[in-house]
């Protein structure tokens, strides 16, 4: 086998000492010190732009589809006066002034109270009860469920949801038997609207519409949606009834309720307007919900207002009624014994005696009260500290110290209660103020005490003096001791029963002071709209998740791709090794998996980019090759299959051949021959055939006449059984020196190295060895794999970029004139010249 190292550079001798070492130094600070290249990863966007694109349609779609089939959601609002918060709020800012720190911090826990209370499962129940969204009764072709398609094709009507003609509907249902909740119910008329609810074959209740129905298993009330309207006889409808509990922790999350803060020049402005709103997915339990809600809140806050001054009232209601009796009895008695004994007067001692008497019963009676009042109050001092008094037996005992000491108890526990916002139980001012709370509440305690003892000792004086008086009367005739008995009830009856009137009329007033001023501002109103799906913003949203994923699916692929993104990170790598050129990507290859697919060859455009940066590669060869016959004979390589060598070395060939040199290709590779492919010619015979002595070199050869150039090709023939043996034949080095003389390039086309050792040999019968890596698609192991191998060969190497960036990398753009143009302007220069001669 002959060698050609003869024929290199004295300085490319040089390098090739060097050159293991420098590619390993490049390898390892390449390895250590890479970064994400921004325009690569530019580029890599704008080749695979389909991917976000696509995957965001798909997102749209996917979007659309889901906001279909959903189940659209409907909010209610309405609006609550608070009028007992503002009322308290007032009477608390005046006896609070100049004690509150912090503005606006007496206000918040009334206010945030009631907001709670609309909250509370106690008044949300109540609402479902009487709402009757706790029951659900179908037509048996009536769907539960109304998608968002469906109400979109009805014309966006609220009728899908109720039948107005044939609906049904409950209210106050509550199944006394807990094992009635959740299930399906057949709901079944006879006549004139009376019906009857089975559970499976079993009768659990019996009714009439409008009506209350009461069993041992089941309370409710249905009614119809249209008024008048009665179900035909055997007309069967599903009914179900949920527990209350379970339909407020759905509901829970839906229900909002919030305060509306006014800013008036920067100073907060608290309002006393409570807006509520409700959601779900039917618009009329939506409405009837939300209107419960609102009137169970306002029912519940009066009962909890009217309470202690109602059992007041409620006590000498019936005190007036016992007495108005006995009044009457004893005007009665007195009148038929004056008729019978024919006294119809007493003597005017007698009748001061009993004047006397009457007002010391009286005093005793207004005492008995004052006492009863006094333990009423003592016994709600008694309860816990946040227990507050009635007013009204406060004043009613008109004691100025204890009207004092009320005020200041009052004061301190809504001071407590705002103070309650920002600290703790164990803060030292919540103890400082529980401790004065605890002082005022035992000194009330005392003055109460006192005025017990003080009013008993009262009562023990006048039960004297009335006693010594009834002694007194004794000395009087038995007819005339029954005159002044009857008398003196009479007479005692009468100033208690207007003692107790009056007594009454001032429990009225209190009472009637403590009615809630709170009132429905707004009933609850739907909104024709549902505030759920949002079609234009789910569709966006899906989109933009799409476009992220594919966005981020290019990006990851990007990471975790395995080859260089950019011929700039090619050149980092490898600075030490000799740049042959740079090509852009070709159109007519196509790399499918981990095999190649190449198109029959067409010429390069030479004005196109791709044209520009083959005739500069060719002139580069020409620099090259430009000593002697150095560079002449060429081998192609790469480190993976697909990398586009093959339409590299053939463009070239044709460039050469278009340029008037002599030039012959040989497809080397015997394992994966492409170029009679890449030409359209006979595979064989070809390379294989004259290796193996089958053929002659004449008979093996095509000589392309399509291209109008002098271009020779050796087309690899038939694959052998081991195309190593053949290549390493002396037949084949002899094949490169006849070659070398009658050819001014020779262009091998070899085998991925060192996947493939058929480069191994040939590595040593050639001028150059030029490696061609594609960017975006070598994968680095595998390229660090080859310029290893090729360094322990030590041949002459360059570096062949395939697949650069056309936006940059130094590659000229040319844009060629059109064809119309350049004919335009021939005859421009023509019709000149023409002109010139003539003259």
């Given at each position: 086998m002959t060698d050609h190292t003869e024929n290199m550079h004295p300085s490319e001798n040089v390098d090739l000492q060097r050159r293991p070492s420098i590619a390993n130094n490049s390898e390892r600070m390449g390895d250590e010190g890479e970064k994400i290249d921004l325009s690569a990863l530019l580029r890599s966007l704008k080749r695979h732009w389909r991917l976000p694109l696509g995957l965001a349609g798909v997102g749209a779609v996917l979007a659309i589809l889901i906001t279909l089939f959903s189940v659209p959601v409907f909010e209610s609002s309405g609006s609550v006066y608070l009028g007992n918060a503002e009322k308290d709020q007032a009477a608390v800012s005046a006896a609070t002034e100049g004690l509150?720190?912090?503005?606006?911090?007496?206000?918040?826990?009334?206010?945030?109270?009631?907001?709670?209370?609309?909250?509370?499962?106690?008044?949300?129940?109540?609402?479902?009860?009487?709402?009757?969204?706790?029951?659900?009764?179908?037509?048996?072709?009536?769907?539960?469920?109304?998608?968002?398609?469906?109400?979109?094709?009805?014309?966006?009507?609220?009728?899908?949801?109720?039948?107005?003609?044939?609906?049904?509907?409950?209210?106050?249902?509550?199944?006394?038997?807990?094992?009635?909740?959740?299930?399906?119910?057949?709901?079944?008329?006879?006549?004139?609207?009376?019906?009857?609810?089975?559970?499976?074959?079993?009768?659990?209740?019996?009714?009439?519409?409008?009506?209350?129905?009461?069993?041992?298993?089941?309370?409710?009330?249905?009614?119809?949606?249209?008024?008048?309207?009665?179900?035909?006889?055997?007309?069967?409808?599903?009914?179900?009834?949920?527990?209350?509990?379970?339909?407020?922790?759905?509901?829970?999350?839906?229900?909002?309720?919030?305060?509306?803060?006014?800013?008036?020049?920067?100073?907060?402005?608290?309002?006393?307007?409570?807006?509520?709103?409700?959601k779900n997915p039917n618009p009329y339990v939506s409405q009837r919900f939300l209107n419960s809600l609102m009137l169970s809140y306002l029912e519940q806050t009066h009962a909890w207002a009217t309470g202690q001054a109602s059992s007041t009232y409620d006590y000498l209601n019936g005190q007036l009624e016992k007495v108005r009796t006995a009044l009457a009895t004893a005007d009665g008695k007195l009148a038929r014994y004056q008729s019978h004994s024919g006294l119809l007067s007493v003597t005017s001692n007698a009748q001061a005696m009993i004047t006397q008497m009457t007002n010391y019963e009286s005093q005793r009676n207004a005492l008995d009260l004052k006492l009863k009042n006094l333990q009423q109050v003592s016994s709600e001092l008694s309860g816990k500290g946040g227990s507050h008094v009635d007013s009204y037996l406060v004043t009613s005992l008109n004691d100025s110290v204890l009207n004092s000491l009320s005020e200041k108890l009052v004061t301190a526990q809504n001071r407590k209660a705002s103070l309650a916002t920002m600290y703790t139980d164990r803060a030292p001012e919540m103890q400082q103020l529980d401790k004065e709370i605890a002082s005022i509440r035992s000194a009330i305690s005392s003055v109460i005490h006192n005025q017990e003892v003080q009013t008993q000792q009262q009562l023990k004086s006048l039960d004297g003096a009335i006693d010594q008086y009834k002694s007194k009367m004794g000395q009087y005739p038995r007819e005339a001791l029954q005159v002044l008995s009857l008398t003196r009830s009479t007479e005692v009856l009468g100033k208690l029963y207007m003692f107790l009137l009056e007594k009454q009329k001032e429990a009225a007033i209190s009472r009637a002071s403590t009615i809630t001023k709170n009132r429905i501002l707004d009933t609850a109103l739907v909104h024709s709209v549902p505030v759920s799906p949002k079609a234009s913003k789910a569709v966006l949203i899906g989109a933009f998740l799409g476009l992220l994923l594919g966005l981020a699916v290019v990006f990851a692929r990007f990471l975790l791709h395995k080859g260089f993104h950019s011929d700039e990170g090619i050149l980092s790598r490898y600075p030490s090794i000799p740049l042959f050129g740079k090509l852009p990507e070709y159109e007519a290859f196509q790399s499918v998996g981990d095999s190649a697919k190449i198109k029959p060859i067409v010429p390069s455009d030479p004005r196109s980019t791709y044209g520009e940066a083959l005739r500069l590669l060719r002139g580069k060869l020409y620099l090259d090759s430009g000593a002697g016959n150095a560079g002449k004979v060429l081998m192609f390589s790469s480190a993976f299959q697909g990398d586009g060598k093959t339409t590299v070395v053939s463009q070239l060939a044709v460039a050469l051949a278009k340029d008037g040199k002599r030039a012959l290709l040989i497809?080397?590779?015997?394992?994966?021959?492409?170029?009679?492919?890449?030409?359209?010619?006979?595979?064989?015979?070809?390379?294989?055939?004259?290796?193996?002595?089958?053929?002659?070199?004449?008979?093996?050869?095509?000589?392309?006449?399509?291209?109008?150039?002098?271009?020779?090709?050796?087309?690899?023939?038939?694959?052998?059984?081991?195309?190593?043996?053949?290549?390493?034949?002396?037949?084949?080095?002899?094949?490169?020196?006849?070659?070398?003389?009658?050819?001014?390039?020779?262009?091998?086309?070899?085998?991925?190295?060192?996947?493939?050792?058929?480069?191994?040999?040939?590595?040593?019968?050639?001028?150059?060895?030029?490696?061609?890596?594609?960017?975006?698609?070598?994968?680095?192991?595998?390229?660090?794999?080859?310029?290893?191998?090729?360094?322990?060969?030590?041949?002459?190497?360059?570096?062949?970029?395939?697949?650069?960036?056309?936006s940059q990398g130094g590659v000229y753009h040319y844009h060629p004139r059109s064809s119309v143009r350049l004919d335009l302007e021939n005859r421009v220069r023509s019709f000149i010249s023409q002109f010139q001669r003539k003259r």
């Amino acid at each position: 086998m002959t060698d050609h190292t003869e024929n290199m550079h004295p300085s490319e001798n040089v390098d090739l000492q060097r050159r293991p070492s420098i590619a390993n130094n490049s390898e390892r600070m390449g390895d250590e010190g890479e970064k994400i290249d921004l325009s690569a990863l530019l580029r890599s966007l704008k080749r695979h732009w389909r991917l976000p694109l696509g995957l965001a349609g798909v997102g749209a779609v996917l979007a659309i589809l889901i906001t279909l089939f959903s189940v659209p959601v409907f909010e209610s609002s309405g609006s609550v006066y608070l009028g007992n918060a503002e009322k308290d709020q007032a009477a608390v800012s005046a006896a609070t002034e100049g004690l509150s720190l912090v503005p606006g911090l007496v206000q918040a826990p009334n206010l945030e109270t009631q907001v709670q209370i609309m909250q509370s499962r106690q008044v949300v129940e109540r609402a479902i009860v009487r709402s009757g969204v706790n029951v659900s009764i179908l037509n048996p072709d009536q769907s539960p469920v109304v998608h968002f398609w469906y109400w979109l094709v009805s014309g966006h009507s609220f009728n899908i949801y109720e039948h107005q003609k044939t609906g049904l509907r409950a209210t106050l249902a509550e199944a006394v038997n807990p094992d009635i909740y959740g299930k399906s119910l057949d709901l079944k008329f006879t006549k004139d609207g009376h019906y009857q609810i089975f559970d499976d074959k079993n009768l659990i209740l019996n009714g009439v519409l409008d009506e209350p129905a009461v069993s041992p298993n089941l309370r409710i009330i249905i009614k119809p949606d249209a008024q008048g309207f009665i179900p035909d006889n055997n007309s069967i409808y599903h009914l179900t009834v949920s527990s209350p509990l379970a339909v407020y922790k759905e509901f829970a999350g839906n229900i909002s309720v919030s305060q509306d803060s006014k800013d008036n020049g920067g100073t907060p402005t608290l309002s006393y307007l409570i807006y509520l709103s409700f959601k779900n997915p039917n618009p009329y339990v939506s409405q009837r919900f939300l209107n419960s809600l609102m009137l169970s809140y306002l029912e519940q806050t009066h009962a909890w207002a009217t309470g202690q001054a109602s059992s007041t009232y409620d006590y000498l209601n019936g005190q007036l009624e016992k007495v108005r009796t006995a009044l009457a009895t004893a005007d009665g008695k007195l009148a038929r014994y004056q008729s019978h004994s024919g006294l119809l007067s007493v003597t005017s001692n007698a009748q001061a005696m009993i004047t006397q008497m009457t007002n010391y019963e009286s005093q005793r009676n207004a005492l008995d009260l004052k006492l009863k009042n006094l333990q009423q109050v003592s016994s709600e001092l008694s309860g816990k500290g946040g227990s507050h008094v009635d007013s009204y037996l406060v004043t009613s005992l008109n004691d100025s110290v204890l009207n004092s000491l009320s005020e200041k108890l009052v004061t301190a526990q809504n001071r407590k209660a705002s103070l309650a916002t920002m600290y703790t139980d164990r803060a030292p001012e919540m103890q400082q103020l529980d401790k004065e709370i605890a002082s005022i509440r035992s000194a009330i305690s005392s003055v109460i005490h006192n005025q017990e003892v003080q009013t008993q000792q009262q009562l023990k004086s006048l039960d004297g003096a009335i006693d010594q008086y009834k002694s007194k009367m004794g000395q009087y005739p038995r007819e005339a001791l029954q005159v002044l008995s009857l008398t003196r009830s009479t007479e005692v009856l009468g100033k208690l029963y207007m003692f107790l009137l009056e007594k009454q009329k001032e429990a009225a007033i209190s009472r009637a002071s403590t009615i809630t001023k709170n009132r429905i501002l707004d009933t609850a109103l739907v909104h024709s709209v549902p505030v759920s799906p949002k079609a234009s913003k789910a569709v966006l949203i899906g989109a933009f998740l799409g476009l992220l994923l594919g966005l981020a699916v290019v990006f990851a692929r990007f990471l975790l791709h395995k080859g260089f993104h950019s011929d700039e990170g090619i050149l980092s790598r490898y600075p030490s090794i000799p740049l042959f050129g740079k090509l852009p990507e070709y159109e007519a290859f196509q790399s499918v998996g981990d095999s190649a697919k190449i198109k029959p060859i067409v010429p390069s455009d030479p004005r196109s980019t791709y044209g520009e940066a083959l005739r500069l590669l060719r002139g580069k060869l020409y620099l090259d090759s430009g000593a002697g016959n150095a560079g002449k004979v060429l081998m192609f390589s790469s480190a993976f299959q697909g990398d586009g060598k093959t339409t590299v070395v053939s463009q070239l060939a044709v460039a050469l051949a278009k340029d008037g040199k002599r030039a012959l290709l040989i497809d080397a590779d015997l394992r994966h021959p492409q170029l009679h492919s890449a030409f359209d010619c006979k595979q064989s015979p070809g390379l294989a055939e004259y290796l193996a002595g089958n053929a002659k070199l004449e008979d093996c050869t095509r000589v392309m006449t399509r291209f109008d150039v002098p271009l020779t090709c050796l087309p690899s023939g038939q694959t052998p059984d081991s195309p190593v043996e053949l290549i390493g034949k002396e037949r084949f080095a002899e094949l490169i020196d006849k070659a070398r003389s009658e050819y001014d390039y020779v262009l091998i086309d070899t085998p991925p190295f060192p996947v493939l050792s058929d480069g191994l040999i040939i590595a040593r019968l050639v001028d150059r060895l030029v490696s061609v890596i594609r960017v975006g698609e070598t994968p680095r192991s595998a390229f660090k794999e080859h310029m290893q191998g090729v360094a322990e060969i030590g041949c002459p190497q360059a570096l062949l970029i395939n697949g650069a960036p056309t936006s940059q990398g130094g590659v000229y753009h040319y844009h060629p004139r059109s064809s119309v143009r350049l004919d335009l302007e021939n005859r421009v220069r023509s019709f000149i010249s023409q002109f010139q001669r003539k003259r």
